[in-house]
T-cell receptor, first 110, second 115 residues
Framework: SQQGEEDPQALSIQEGENATMNCSYK?????LQWYRQNSGRGLVHLIL?????REKHSGRLRVTLDTSKKSSSLLITASRAADTASYFC??????????FGAGTTVTVRA | NAGVMQNPRHLVRRRGQEARLRCSPM?????VYWYRQLPEEGLKFMVY????????ESGMPKERFSAEFPKEGPSILRIQQVVRGDSAAYFC?????????????FGPGTRLTVL
């Protein structure tokens, strides 16, 4: 069954603006990961946050995790055209089985 | 260190034919995972293999699909007697070990089109 669900489904922003997307999940997790997928390409791992962490940063990315609400958010600051992609959250079941949502498609306009 | 390699990148088959998708994990990775992505959807887990062993195939359709990861050579996902509904992108991922918090590194995928 699908665990993570991203919101919104699509997001269009101007270059330089921030982009925020959310992920909700149903059952308890050990970790939550965010991936990026450029059109027609494979997935690139962005960041992993553990269940005992509340916030994590990596470059222009900021991820938060609220286990009480079973939700996570991904913030991309100062967006660039190259950030145009689909973003997926994934939770791990059985320590290896990643469960992905349908993703948020982000378009950054020049 | 080369990433996860998949070939072919694009595969066209007619209904009833067989499709063989290959995946070479990253060097030093002995854990391989296959996922399927239908259009406009996220990836769905299919199977998890270690060298010569299928650990979890709970996401694989019961018929026509099989996977292997031999001692030597790439992992193979085999689809027999393909149908139009098998058209999708198939992604392979690998990791150096298993366990919570282990990052899976994905290949570029094989896009299967069944005519």
């Amino acid at each position: 069954s699908q665990q993570g669900e991203e919101d919104p489904q699509a997001l269009s922003i101007q270059e330089g603006e921030n982009a925020t997307m959310n992920c909700s999940y149903k059952t308890s997790i050990n970790n939550l990961q965010w991936y990026r997928q450029n059109s027609g390409r494979g997935l690139v791992h962005l960041i992993l946050i553990r269940s005992n962490e509340r916030e994590k940063h990596s470059g222009r990315l900021r991820v938060t995790l609220d286990t009480s609400k079973k939700s996570s958010s991904l913030l991309i600051t100062a967006s660039r055209a190259a950030d145009t992609a689909s973003y997926f959250c994934a939770t791990d079941e059985d320590d290896y089985k990643l469960s992905f949502g349908a993703g948020t498609t982000v378009t950054v306009r020049a | 260190n080369a990433g996860v390699m998949q070939n072919p990148r694009h595969l066209v088959r007619r209904r009833g034919q067989e499709a063989r998708l290959r995946c070479s994990p990253m060097k030093g990775h002995s854990h391989v995972y296959w996922y399927r992505q239908l259009p406009e959807e996220g990836l769905k887990f299919m199977v998890y293999l270690q060298k010569e062993n299928i650990i979890d195939e709970s996401g694989m359709p019961k018929e026509r699909f099989s996977a292997e990861f031999p001692k030597e050579g790439p992992s193979i996902l085999r689809i027999q007697q393909v149908v139009r509904g098998d058209s999708a992108a198939y992604f392979c991922a690998s990791s150096p070990n298993k366990g919570g918090g282990t990052t899976q590194y994905f290949g570029p995928g094989t896009r299967l089109t069944v005519l």
